[in-house]
């Protein structure tokens, strides 16, 4: 297998592993801590340095269990990643992205991350009851307290990104260095408007959600059931994918996949990896792996190596969507 390859935050400074480790719905929810730590570990050595993990992920679980797993690493090779904005109590400010809110929650996470700062804390959602100004100073003043390094947004239009730089640039504060956006071959929209202002504004992309839950595996079958222990057999984690992907048309195309896959001496998963890792706006994949497997498996998308010719039936199967969902 190749070795780990890094790419830089847009233009800023630090570089990252084209693939990171994510935490939702996984670990220290549906894997336990050791396959967390034994994942975790089996990351790093292949030179993954990039962790993902959000306060919200299990009511902060997610975090405690990364941080132990992150213990036996020196922090310099590490580069993290938490977030902020979801509910986290019953007040009413326990929630969103007031200066309040953001405060608090940085020192919850860094407490159960048992760590003294985070590389990048990230607006989770976008808060359209608090000024954009208010959450940009917040996330000034961690950075000049030493407890992040840099700040950005996750799923945030491109519009109010443009906005966020043209405020954080009027009050001189940090700007936003980093987005994530859901992109899979089943959710291309980012390209329309996300991909082309990140590289306008210098902010590097780490997308979620490369497999679109699973159905870029080729593991449903049109007509079948969910087949039992995958994650739309689970109701407690495939909310998302029955309402955004699971149709029988998607089905249809997860086999059509996995056989141009075959046809390349590869598989369905490694090859919607390899694609998304193609786009030279992200700066790095998050996998959402439950076992040491999974993680090996994703991680010979490595060697997947992309044609122009398989390029294009790849996107002929999953042409880029004509309106881009508002926001």
Not at 40 to 53: K, S
Request: hydrophobic share 45%; glycine share 8%.
């Amino acid at each position: 297998m190749p070795g780990m390859e890094y790419r830089q935050l847009g233009h800023w400074g630090p570089r990252v592993s084209v693939f990171g480790v994510g935490s939702y719905l996984t670990l220290g929810m549906k894997t336990g801590d050791d396959d967390t730590f034994a994942i975790v570990r089996q990351a790093y050595e292949a030179g993954i340095n990039y962790f993902d993990t959000a306060n919200a992920y299990n009511r902060g679980a997610a975090e405690e269990v990364l941080g132990r797993a992150l213990a036996q690493f020196p922090r310099s090779g590490l580069f993290v990643l938490t977030k902020v904005w979801a509910p986290m109590g019953p007040g009413t400010n326990d929630r969103g992205l007031s200066a309040k809110h953001i405060r608090e929650q940085c020192d919850a996470s860094l407490r159960r991350l048992g760590m003294d700062y985070v590389d990048v804390y990230m607006c989770h959602r976008p808060d359209l009851a608090t000024p954009l100004e208010e959450t940009i100073r917040a996330m000034d003043d961690l950075a000049r307290a030493g407890k992040i390094l840099y700040w950005g947004v996750s799923e945030w239009p491109a519009w109010m990104m443009v906005k966020a730089q043209a405020v954080a640039r009027e009050i001189g504060a940090r700007p936003l260095v980093v987005s994530q956006p859901r992109y899979n071959l089943l959710y291309r929209y980012p390209e329309a408007e996300t991909f082309p202002v990140s590289r306008l504004e210098g902010i590097g992309n780490v997308v979620f959600s490369p497999l679109a839950h699973g159905l870029l595996t080729g593991k449903y079958l049109p007509g079948a059931p969910a087949p039992a222990g995958t994650r739309a057999a689970d109701p407690d984690q495939n909310a998302v994918m029955l309402k955004m992907y699971w149709t029988e048309e998607n089905k249809q195309k997860g086999q059509a996949l996995a056989a141009l896959a075959a046809q390349a001496g590869t598989t369905a998963t490694r090859l919607a990896l390899a694609w998304a890792l193609r786009q030279a706006a992200v700066s790095s994949v998050i996998l959402g792996v439950r076992t040491p497997d999974q993680l090996d498996d994703n991680l010979a998308a490595l060697s997947v190596t992309l044609s122009p010719d398989l390029v294009a039936e790849i996107e002929k199967l999953y042409p880029m969507p004509p309106v881009t969902p508002q926001a």
